[in-house]
């Protein structure tokens, strides 16, 4: 079956714009996380949504960052007024239900470059 | 603050070598330990998932084992693959619901 898919692949943008990455979970996966991983460094957790609703956002660096799932599939990952250190891969991932026990199913990312 | 540990950070080896490396995380509130492989161009893919002290998994060459008192796991390779060249990563589960990840030991096996 088809698995977590991210849009776009790489994006390349100018410092001050407005950037939205997707993301197509797993269909039927409850639980929805986006981290954010930059260069040698282990992918680092952002926010994570049960359903629709955002359970936990506690990673977000900032208000520049906002991210929806509005109806509990797709979630779309939005930054505002970008800044060169927000160059990373951003990566998705889906589990069936949230939890310890659960494996997280991740998508290819997307490479985001801002210059 | 939490803090997961993996070593080395990268690891180059020879086609037939088994190899181990080492992932360290907080020892108390521990609720699991995920173990990911990450090749290039490709998406982060399980190995496994481990909650239980003294769990032992394998999955084909791969296995992996779990010591939560002292707050390490090991992830060994026996007879390394070109194709197992990648990046392996290990995420601990907190009592907060996230996987914090280490990050990450880089292996490059030559055929």
Redo the contacts between chains.
């Keep these: 079956g088809a698995g977590v898919s991210q849009t776009p692949s790489n994006k390349v943008t100018e410092k001050g714009k407005y950037v939205e990455l997707r993301c197509d979970p797993i269909s039927g996966h409850t639980a929805l996380y986006w981290y954010r991983q930059s260069l040698g460094q282990g992918p680092e957790f952002l926010i994570y949504f049960q359903g629709t609703g955002a359970a936990d956002d506690s990673g977000l660096p900032n208000d520049r960052f906002f991210a929806v799932r509005p109806e509990g599939s797709v979630s779309t990952l939005k930054i505002q007024r970008t800044e060169r250190g927000d160059s990373a891969v951003y990566l998705c991932a889906s589990s069936l239900n949230p939890g310890a026990y659960n494996e997280q199913f991740f998508g290819p990312g997307t490479r985001l470059t801002v210059l | 603050i939490l803090n997961?540990e993996?070593s080395p950070q990268s690891l180059h080896v020879q086609e037939g070598d088994s190899t181990n490396f080492t992932c360290s995380f907080p020892s108390s509130n521990f609720?699991?330990l995920?173990w990911?492989r990450w090749e290039t161009?490709?998406?982060?893919?399980?190995l496994f998932?481990m909650?239980l002290n003294g769990d032992e998994k394998k999955k084909g060459r791969i296995s992996a084992t779990l010591n939560t008192k002292e707050g390490y796991s090991y992830l060994y390779i026996k007879g390394s693959q070109p194709e197992d060249s990648a990046t392996y990563?290990c995420?601990f589960?907190n009592q907060?619901?996230?996987?914090?990840?280490?990050?990450?030991t880089e292996l490059s096996v030559k055929p």
């Excluded at chain 2, 161009?41 to 399980?46: R, V």
């Excluded at chain 2, 907060?96 to 990450?104: A, D, M, P, R, V």
Aim: aromatic share 16%.
């Design positions: 997961v993996q609720y699991a995920h990911y161009a490709k998406s982060p893919e399980a998932v909650t990563l995420a589960y907060g619901g996230k996987l914090i990840f280490g990050q990450g």
